[in-house]
């Protein structure tokens, strides 16, 4: 935990973030006249779920699928 003034934090704020960033704190507080009145976390990132792959196993393909693919080439194939 580092506590620093409000005046310190106005200079060295990238400093400050970075230390945040390399988790060298995880929380940073600020203070005025050494009174703690905010902090500075950093924000969790956010699981992004995959796409490939979501849907497995909610659906299964019924075996005469590609039969279909056949049925359905045949009839415009048949029409030329």
Request: hydrophobic residues 40%; proline residues 4%; negative net charge.
């Amino acid at each position: 935990m580092t506590q620093v003034n409000m005046l310190e934090a106005k200079s060295d704020l990238s400093k400050l973030i970075k230390m945040l960033e390399l988790h060298q704190e995880d929380v940073i507080y600020l203070a005025r006249n050494g009174t703690p009145v905010a902090q500075l976390t950093l924000i969790p990132k956010k699981t992004v779920e995959k796409r490939i792959g979501a849907a497995e196993g909610k659906f299964k393909i019924p075996d005469e699928f590609r039969a279909w693919d056949k049925e359905v080439e045949d009839m415009f194939t048949e029409s030329l």
